[in-house]
């Protein structure tokens, strides 16, 4: 069997989804102190993976259990525009690889499924906030620059 071989997340994969998004937090040297987003995060898991509203793309290794890396599509439905007509985005982010898997392809791997999966689902852009470490795979697929003014938010 090659490796890495990429496939789409179901439910019964939330609890190795939320362990690998706990662990890209942790190289992103974000703290974890009590676990408050696992319970809100696994609902909304389970809810997009069953209709639709979020893909997950998820590595196995032969002979393990857990999985070795994971990435999520979360597609929105937004007001249309002429330069963007549909209103249909997507949103790459949790994506993690074992560190012992890093290096092989999976990031990149789980990547291109999750473009595809947005290309087969009608979206018209996709967009991520990339690592250091990931920013040269992102741009190798097509991913650039938004321009277009500041990235601002509003805590509430």
Known sequence: MEWPIVRRAVV????????LRAL??????ISDDDGS?????????EHGLSEGSIVGAVIERD??????????LHILRALGSPQFPRGVAGHINSVAVEPESRRHGCGESIIRFLVDAAVSAGVERVE???SRE???????IGF???????ELRLEL
């Open 63 to 72: 002979g393990e259990a857990r999985l070795c890396g994971a990435g999520i």
């Open 24 to 29: 890209m937090f942790s190289s992103m040297g």
């Open 144 to 150: 650039r620059d938004r321009g277009g003014g500041p």
């Open 128 to 130: 991520l906030h990339a």
């Open 37 to 45: 987003w696992t319970a809100s995060t696994s609902e909304a898991l």
């Open 12 to 19: 019964d994969d939330v609890e190795e989804l939320l362990r």
């Open 134 to 140: 990931g920013e040269g795979i992102y741009r190798r």
